[in-house]
């Protein structure tokens, strides 16, 4: 695709700590055998990958203008989009004999509910192929479990049914890759899934995105076409230790956060559901990999797009649990799931209350919980007390100036068995201006916070597209750490 002619400032919920690297991912409240996982275009073959590799974990996957499992390992990739129906025999077999090995038993794909969603304006990826897809999962998955939508005249796109924050005409296959359609594609898949759930948030989000550091999860993450920061979208009740299910959703090609900012994040309607039903949203972040790989099927080709890997960049075993994208998913996963609390531990605290919002410090106090012998804090689900805290408040420093955040208490028994945890509580520090930086594009690169290339500006450190490079477009600039800046909104 043509670089982007323009790039507004994208409003973000959360500010970044200024560091050189965000937040190691937070542990939460998530019974993992409820995830979930779906994906767009090249996150759309992903999450197929993903769900097979580890079947046992995921209950349904939806898939929008993606195809069969391992594709691009038997054919070339041409053939698994605009060019023809890939033949699914070969990857039936494929995906048999490697049942209970190198992914996990096919058996389980029984169980799953999966959602197909195809236009019938894709030039990209053909309906042949989403048929061919449909095809694949009748051989695992019953009728009955399957929903495919491939009436509508959508082009390549992720479909909606608002207009938020530049979503494009139905009919337009550009970026971001974000249409309203009429169609609600995240409420449909996620139904389908889960089934019944309670009405979206349309108002104003209830919960947080938090940046995390998503080096911690992949060696070499921008040679294995990673970002080396992801997000995650955390309701209130999460944040506040309440048991929750995950999903991941997986980005298209050209739609990862340095190429169009937080519109797949904020703009496919994932996170209204995920308000209202316990749902944490993982964002995985792909990124741009211009190095030439050799591929299995397709020869020596670079992955300048940002896509998933679903051609073999980096490894004749990127479908099966041992590819390096595929692990470093299910290691985000992991950890998300690694911070429930026991019941059987002392009741919830009560009384939760702001004391005090600093610049760069929150203090907390609430009511003592009979029998406990400590507890611990939680800020936007992560534990921060390095030991239990014996009082009844806590001041929880080195925060980031001007930004929101969401607390929690759980108290301990004497065994260190963590209880419920207490209504949330949301406070905002202080400050923070000196941070935020609001002026042209041409006058960023002469403060030395941007760079220009082939006519635009390009913020130092996250490398973000800012649109034209001159006098007249404006930006705003929050600085994150040394020349690191991100595009985002004053305080």
């Known amino acids: 695709m043509k670089p982007l002619s323009t790039l507004r400032a994208l409003a973000l919920g959360l500010a970044a700590p200024v560091l050189l690297a965000a937040a190691p991912l937070g542990r939460y409240n998530v019974d993992l055998s409820q995830s979930s996982v779906s994906g767009l275009s090249a996150g759309g073959f992903m999450a197929v990958q993903l769900e097979v590799a580890h079947s046992s974990v995921f209950k349904g996957a939806g898939i929008v203008a993606g195809g069969p499992y391992g594709c691009a390992g038997q054919y070339h990739y041409t053939a698994c989009m605009y060019a023809g129906s890939p033949d699914v025999t070969p990857l039936v077999a494929l995906t048999n004999s490697r049942s209970g090995g190198s992914i996990d038993a096919v058996a389980n794909l029984a169980a799953h509910r999966v959602f197909l969603f195809s236009g019938t304006a894709d030039s990209t990826v053909g309906q042949g192929v989403m048929d061919k897809l449909r095809d694949y999962y009748a051989s695992f998955v019953p009728a009955a479990g399957v929903l495919y939508r491939d009436t509508l005249g959508t082009a390549h796109t992720f479909p909606t049914d608002f207009d938020s924050g530049g979503n494009n005409a139905c009919g337009s296959a550009v970026s971001p890759y974000i249409s309203n359609c009429g169609f609600d594609a995240a409420g449909a898949l996620l139904q389908h899934i889960y089934g019944t759930l309670a009405p979206r948030n349309d108002g104003a989000p209830g919960g947080q995105l938090v940046e995390f550091d998503q080096a911690e999860f992949v060696a070499d993450p921008a040679g294995r076409g990673m970002d080396t920061r992801g997000w995650l979208y955390v309701p209130a009740d999460c944040a506040a230790g309440q048991a929750c299910r995950l999903h991941v959703a997986l980005h298209g090609c050209q739609q990862y956060y340095g190429r169009i900012g937080d519109k797949f994040l904020r703009n496919t309607g994932y996170n209204r559901w995920a308000d209202t039903n316990r749902l944490i949203v993982l964002y995985p972040q792909a990124t741009a990999d211009n190095a030439s790989h050799a591929t299995a099927a397709s020869g020596s080709l670079p ?70 012998a400590g507890y611990d804090v939680y800020r936007d689900g992560a534990k921060v007390n390095a030991a239990a805290v014996a009082a009844t408040a806590y001041t929880d420093g080195g925060l980031a100036a001007a930004t929101r955040y969401v607390y929690s208490v759980r108290a301990l028994a004497a065994d260190g068995t963590a209880g419920p945890a207490s209504a949330a509580v949301a406070a905002t520090t202080g400050g923070g201006a000196a941070t935020c930086f609001r002026a042209s594009n041409y006058a960023h690169t002469v403060a ?22 001159n006098v007249f477009v404006v930006t705003t600039l929050r600085q994150r750490g040394p020349n690191d800046y991100v595009i985002g909104t004053c305080p």
């Open 303 to 372: 992955n300048p797009n940002g896509c998933w890997d679903w051609v073999g960049w980096y490894g004749n075993d990127f479908a099966t649990r041992q590819g390096v994208q595929i692990a470093a998913i299910k290691a985000m996963m992991d950890r998300i799931a690694d911070g429930g609390g026991s019941p059987g531990g002392p009741a919830a605290p009560t009384g939760l209350a702001v004391t005090a919002a600093g610049t760069d410090s929150v203090s907390l106090a609430w009511n003592a919980v009979a029998g406990a």
């Open 448 to 469: 030395g916070r941007a760079h220009q290339a082939g006519g635009y500006a390009y913020a130092n450190g996250s490398n973000q597209n800012m649109g034209l490079w």
